[in-house]
């Protein structure tokens, strides 16, 4: 039976080596091609981890982690997912930002991302954020090695309401699975409200 759960802050971390383990296989995959271990996810969820304010929502299949959400306000986020808000005279304390939204193929169409962006929306409105904000990769649709049957999610944010901001993306690198190099990226920024 699936189960959809919510976990305030530190309350996640009893679940950290599923969902790392998850972001790991899922992320490495086209588009984005994120060469990640544990010790990188320990950084990046610790965000999560260590705020009072972040939720985090998984899907349970059994004991198995099979789907994971996660946000937390902006402002709490690292400086290079702030920079374009703070360049573009933006406050990023009116943001809650959603870092994840992954759920494993054999489990899509199940109606879990439509209640993952309910859930984040609804404790925006709690912690008194007016807008969600997400990231995705930029990668051409020529790209070398997109899969034949790679589907763009682009209309799916858009059916939940969110916009691309336009002249804003966020630059940054990391280690990529099909180079094994440090590259340089850039995350389109998707908005609601």
Request: proline fraction near 4%; charged fraction near 25%.
């Amino acid at each position: 039976m699936l189960q959809l759960k919510s976990f305030i802050g530190e309350e996640a971390s009893a679940y950290f080596s599923q969902i790392a383990d998850l972001r790991i296989n899922t992320f490495k995959e086209f588009p984005y091609f994120y060469e990640g271990n544990f010790e990188t996810e320990k950084g990046y969820l610790g965000v999560y981890f260590k705020s009072q304010k972040s939720l985090t929502l998984l899907v349970f299949d059994g004991d198995k982690i099979v789907g994971c959400s996660s946000s937390v306000p902006l402002n709490e986020e690292s400086d290079i997912i702030q920079r374009p808000f703070l360049d573009s005279n933006l406050n990023s304390k009116d943001y809650l930002y959603i870092g994840d939204v992954i759920i494993q193929k054999a489990y899509r169409e199940r109606g879990f991302l439509r209640k993952f962006f309910e859930h984040h929306e609804n404790h925006a409105k709690t912690q008194g954020l007016k807008h969600l904000v997400f990231m995705t990769v930029n990668r051409p649709h020529s790209h070398p090695r997109r899969p034949s049957d790679y589907k763009s999610l682009e209309p799916i944010w858009q059916h939940f309401g969110y916009k691309l901001m336009s002249g804003m993306a966020v630059k940054t690198s990391w280690l990529q699975s099909d180079t094994l190099k440090v590259e340089n990226n850039e995350l389109g920024i998707w908005v609601k409200g």
